[in-house]
């Protein structure tokens, strides 16, 4: 059921059920964090591998110290600044927070999403949410509760409806080797921004399939479509035209016959195509195509998110 009834969420969560949870980047599939029981059923829906930890959202800062243990100060800084907000941390995890939330590693994903609706339900509910993005494991991430609906349907009882995902991109990724912030996910604040704000981090988000390492799995976020990326979209385009192929585009079509060219900013703004990414490839997955061809942003800014994505969606 879609409804933007906190009521009826609050109630389901209570009981131990899974919700699904707007928030601005994506919609999450979110549990109770500290009931294991909870956490095996958002595993077992998503068919997510459990060696991949998932993201425990609070209702704000004060909350911290429920799930975290010897924050360091940067860490403290960055959540000042930027929550609620795309922003998630790997901290030391609490005694309370289980291994499962965690996949066994010692720190903890923690972010406050900055989403009025799901606020005010963290506001009402004794425990904090885990939640992964709301698709099935590897696909693309839903940023509609019709998109998460269309993946679950009747398997997942509430999808709280919080409208389109402002954002559109899953929360930038930031962890600490003792003081030194390190950025393992690319997501919906740029590093450039952050980087105003701290000074220069270091970048650790190739680790493709080591399960050890800070979940970034190389195939992901992919469309059922053949999918490619090019630098050359002209090209590639016409290397394709026996095929029925569908384009995402940048900022303009191009002038060769295609099944579909899908634009993600006219304007040129990256964080419009950010905002478009994923709703724009769930609508290009339902053509039919032979293949989407994804042309390559550019690589400054949420261009360097958005080529992330579309590199691990490539098949
Ligand atoms: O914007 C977001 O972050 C969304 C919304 C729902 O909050 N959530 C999201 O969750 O993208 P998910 O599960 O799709 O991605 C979480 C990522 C995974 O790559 C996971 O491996 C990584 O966070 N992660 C979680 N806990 C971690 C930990 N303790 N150490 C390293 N990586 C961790
Ligand atoms: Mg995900």
Request: aromatic residues 6%; glycine residues 6%.
């Amino acid at each position: 059921m879609i409804t933007n009834n906190i009521k009826i969420a609050e109630t389901a969560l209570l009981r131990n059920d899974l919700v699904a949870i707007p928030t601005e980047t994506v919609y999450g599939l979110a549990g109770n964090a500290f009931n294991d029981s909870v956490i095996k059923k958002i595993f077992e829906l998503k068919k997510r591998p459990y060696f991949n930890p998932l993201i425990v959202h609070i209702k704000s800062m004060s909350a911290l110290d429920t799930v975290a243990i010897d924050i360091p100060p940067i860490a403290y800084q960055l959540a000042d600044i930027f929550w609620p907000g795309p922003l998630t941390l790997l901290l030391k995890k609490q005694s309370v927070i289980s291994d499962l939330v965690t996949a066994g590693k010692p720190t903890v994903a923690v972010r406050v999403p900055h989403h009025e609706t799901t606020l005010k339900l963290l506001n009402n509910l004794p425990f904090p949410l885990a939640a992964p993005s709301a698709n099935p494991f590897g696909s693309i991430s839903p940023t509609s509760p019709f998109h998460v609906e269309a993946y679950f349907g009747s398997d997942l009882e509430v999808i709280l409806d919080g409208g389109i995902c402002k954002k559109g991109i899953e929360s930038t990724i930031i962890g600490f080797n003792n003081q030194q912030p390190i950025l393992y996910r690319h997501g919906a604040i740029s590093i450039e921004e952050i980087e105003e704000k701290v000074g220069k981090i270091k970048v650790v988000t190739k680790n493709n399939n080591d399960p050890s390492a800070p979940g970034m799995l190389s195939k992901h976020y992919a469309p059922a479509t053949k999918t490619i990326l090019t630098e050359n979209i002209t090209k590639t385009a016409l290397e394709y035209q026996h095929c029925k192929i569908g384009l995402l585009l940048f900022n303009k079509r191009i002038n060769i016959k295609t099944a579909a060219q899908k634009v993600l900013s006219e304007k040129g703004d990256l964080k419009e195509a950010a905002k478009n990414l994923y709703a724009t490839l769930h609508d290009l997955d339902k053509l039919n195509l032979d293949i989407i061809i994804a042309e390559k942003m550019p690589n400054n800014g949420l261009g360097l998110s958005i080529n992330d994505r579309l590199e691990r969606a490539i098949k």
